[in-house]
């Protein structure tokens, strides 16, 4: 039963917090807010048409919530961050945390007051006990949902009054919040002095002299070496006392000449002497035989090319070719408007193909995966605008990329910073793939963890 039904069935507009849950559920969980059918029950505000309170929904694994709608869960407040959440709130990134606590609830109507019962008797008074020590206060649990007031019961009567309540139980912890981003590395330190060089060590013992070998046979004599470099002049020696001339003696007779020394060494050769000149030609010799043929010499350069010859007849036209095979176009346009926030390496889901053509590519409405059915070569290019999450404040650095079963594909990588609250910044990019071992996997994956996407657009066209 829809709202209108409910109201043409003759119900009274009579609101509650809980009805508008219920209703809520039954008609946009099943038709999404803006249906026809729907009337008040989901407008853009996510008011309740009576009490104007703010709806807040208990979470249902599978409900197909719109983003920015509310929910509990295990006794947090969540905000739905894209259409049609997956996985379950403080697990999925599909969920951000608003507070640990349940809101307060507006309280129900009072009940009718009921009767009252006889008075009792009074009892006697008993004998007061002992005061108790004051026991430790425990910490304030988690403030539970309001209830609806009951009727007022019977009076009793006055029993004694009981001994103090234990401390009640600590509340759980609540979920733990997003994890902030990567501090900036600090400068690095200045370099440190070189330390001051150590003494050198002793020096070690030398070593006792070994014995004299035997003498070697001498060797040849070698040539003569180059005159080594004049050594430095000694100290002079005292000048002795001059002697007295003795007289001259006779001459000696000449002596026989002595025998020829052997050959000296050979000189270098000396520089070659001009050339003479021509003597006259000589008488010519007898034909000698003939030698044998000897190789072919290398082929001469090309000689110009002659003019050219009378254009021959014109032959008959050839039988016609066949007719080539029109191309197939393989194509895919796919756009996603709403606001998503996969997280840090989420996939960005799409939800309406604009354009599709042929059966090589095939995409699974309301997800991200692309596949390229068949080989060949295709063209990839996407677009997306992105913005900061709720759950931090810039700047932000925000970033996509296209994957491949998976595996990022090389320059499809489109990063950002958004530097102010709720400022825009456009991704894109494109490539050229050509897959051998089809199918392959096609994806539009983000680079950050606190960045929301929107107005997301994939073009895939198979190019053979």
């Known amino acids: 039963m829809f709202l209108n039904d409910y109201y043409k069935n003759g119900h009274a507009k009579d609101w509650s917090e809980e009805n508008c849950q219920i209703f809520a559920r039954q008609c946009c969980g099943k038709r999404g807010c803006g249906s026809q059918c729907c009337g008040d029950c989901c407008t853009d505000t996510m008011r309740c048409p009576e009490t104007g309170q703010e709806k807040i929904y208990m979470f249902a694994e599978g409900t197909p919530y719109r983003a920015g709608t509310k929910v509990l869960h295990n006794g947090a407040l969540y905000q739905v961050a894209r259409d049609n959440p997956m996985g379950i709130p403080g697990d999925s990134p599909d969920f951000f945390l608003v507070q640990t606590e349940e809101p307060t609830r507006p309280q129900g109507p009072t009940g009718a007051t009921g009767p009252q019962g006889p008075a009792g008797t009074t009892g006697p008074t008993g004998a007061q006990g002992p005061t108790g020590a004051t026991g430790a206060t425990g910490p304030m649990g988690l403030q539970g949902l309001t209830g609806v007031t009951g009727a007022t019961g019977q009076q009793g009567a006055t029993g004694a009054q009981g001994p103090a309540g234990a401390a009640g139980p600590q509340g759980p912890a609540g979920a733990a919040g997003p994890q902030g981003p990567a501090g900036a590395a600090g400068p690095t330190g200045p370099t440190g002095a070189t330390g001051p060089t150590g003494p ?39 000048t002795g006392a001059t002697g007295s001339q003795g007289l001259a003696g006779p001459t000696g007779a000449t002596g026989s000449p002595g025998p020829v020394g052997a050959a000296g060494p050979q000189g270098p050769a000396g520089a070659t002497g001009p050339q003479g000149a021509t003597g006259p030609t000589g008488a010519a010799g007898a034909a000698g035989p003939m030698g044998v043929t000897g190789p072919a010499g ?49 996939l960005i889901y799409f939800t309406d193909s604009l354009f599709i053509k042929g059966t090589d590519i095939a995409h699974p409405m309301n997800t991200g995966k692309f596949s390229l059915v068949t080989n060949g ?28 079963n998976y595996v990022v594909i090389p320059g499809t990588t489109s990063l950002a910073t958004v530097s102010e609250k709720d400022y825009k910044v456009d991704l894109s990019g494109s490539t050229f793939i050509t897959v051998t071992d089809a199918p392959v996997e096609i994806g539009l994956v983000t680079e950050t963890m606190y960045g929301q996407f929107s107005d997301s657009s994939i073009t895939i066209r198979k190019l053979d």
């Open 200 to 238: 050198q060590g002793s020096a070690g013992p030398t070593g006792a002299a070994g014995p004299q070998g035997l003498a070697g046979p001498t060797g040849a004599t070698g040539s003569q070496g180059p005159a080594g470099a004049t050594g430095p002049a000694g100290a002079a020696g005292p």
């Open 298 to 346: 290398p082929t001469g350069p090309t000689g110009p090319q002659g003019l050219a010859g009378p254009t021959g007849a014109t032959g008959s036209q050839g039988p016609a070719g066949l007719s080539a095979p029109a191309p197939v176009l393989h194509a895919l346009v796919s756009v996603s408007e709403g606001i998503q926030a996969p997280g840090g390496n989420g």
């Open 377 to 404: 070569t295709y063209e990839i290019s996407y677009h997306t605008v992105a913005t900061n999450s709720a759950a931090v404040n810039p700047p932000v650095p925000v970033g996509v990329h296209l994957t491949a």
